[in-house]
């Protein structure tokens, strides 16, 4: 039964996001609807650990299970993490920059410009800001699933094979 709620509660925290967020990543939300006081979905949202937001909300487009980079609607999350282990010096270092652009994304502050001409940019996800922070956090202290073709793209793109 306690599965069945969380499927239930992933559901509507979805249909919240879709409702929230258009396919272009522009908010469908006026700034009085965004002043409201939340709704369920919202506090559902807010329940989820970040291992859940991370996998109901980011593997959206990040989806590591995707077949090959053809069909990513983003960049895979393990490679991302890698450019930001090798762009910061420890870990506050990690989660205040990834956190500061995914927080409000923009080319300036793209770490990775690449991505961008090849998906555009992101959007802001439907998270709040420590929520963000939080995902952030876990992506640093958690190694991440890598789609199945990611390591032989790596090597054709970056030459990086560690085998």
Known sequence: MKQKNIF??????????????GCNGKSNVSTEEAEKPTDQP?????????????????????????????????????????Q???????RAGFVERMGAFVTNPSEEAALMKGP????GLM??????????????AFIYDNELPAPAWFAEHEDEMHGTDKN
């Not at 239930?8 to 967020?21: K, P």
């Not at 959007?123 to 952030?136: G, L, R, S, Y």
């Open 84 to 90: 930001y282990l090798n762009a910061t010096e420890d």
């Open 123 to 136: 959007p802001k996800p439907p998270v709040t800001d420590e929520q963000i922070k939080a995902i952030v």
């Open 8 to 21: 239930l509660a992933l559901g509507l925290l979805f249909t919240a996001m879709l409702a929230a967020v």
């Open 42 to 82: 919202t506090q559902v949202m807010a329940n989820i650990d970040a291992a859940n937001l991370l996998t109901t909300v980011c593997y959206a487009c990040h989806n590591p299970k995707s077949g090959s980079h053809d069909e990513m609607l983003a960049p895979p999350l393990v490679g991302i993490k890698q």
């Open 116 to 119: 961008i001409g090849r998906f």
